[in-house]
């Protein structure tokens, strides 16, 4: 899996893709959304973590399916329409596509120790699924000769999430102009 780091970039992507429609006093709170929701499915390492001093005991498998992304953004859409946020539609498609961002990534991560990939169709399938080819590099959470954190601050880990940042950037920098011409547009329409 990419690290936080590489998430935390793709959830930018996804406020800047959708900030100019929204409202200039929600755009704080949607831009910590964003970035919370693009790392969500990683919160499966603290029971792991808690109940054997293992993240990776329950990592990627049902917190990284379709299914459990579409069932969130199902809850934060009914959330944000109950609560009159505006627009509430795009507060749900976007939570599924920060979502699913996670997952994709994930997929798209080298990973030497099976079973490789995310349990993306959980619950209809058990299977763990991976793209042939892999562009990020595993980022490790925990080594049992190193320890969590040790493994965590890892030259590996470094390395990788530099990687993260050359790969993603260009996607940011395509996510601010075309969130900008979204805006010119939304304006130009009004």
Excluded at 4 to 31: D, M
Excluded at 94 to 120: E, K, R, W
Excluded at 156 to 184: C, D, M, W
Aim: net charge positive.
């Amino acid at each position: 899996m990419p690290s936080p780091v590489g998430h935390t970039l793709a959830g930018l992507c996804g406020f800047l893709l959708g900030r100019e429609r929204i409202p200039p006093q929600q755009r704080r709170w949607w831009l910590a959304s964003c970035v919370a929701i693009a790392n969500l499915p990683d919160l499966d390492i603290l029971p792991g973590l808690m109940l054997y001093g293992d993240p990776s005991e329950f990592h990627r498998d049902a917190t990284h399916s379709i299914f459990v992304g579409m069932a969130i953004a199902g809850s934060v859409w009914a959330i944000a329409k109950s609560r009159g946020l505006k627009p509430h539609r795009l507060w749900g498609v976007y939570t599924g596509g920060l979502y699913l961002s996670h997952i994709l990534l994930d997929m798209l991560v080298a990973d030497p120790f099976p079973p490789t990939g995310v349990q993306a169709f959980w619950p209809f399938s058990f299977d763990y699924f991976a793209f042939p080819i892999a562009i990020f590099a595993r980022f490790d959470y925990f080594d049992p000769a190193l320890g969590m954190l040790d493994a965590i601050l890892s030259w590996h880990n470094f390395f990788g999430v530099l990687r993260e940042i050359l790969i993603l950037t260009p996607a940011l920098v395509g996510s601010y102009y075309l969130g900008q011409k979204i805006g010119y547009h939304l304006r130009k329409s009004r």
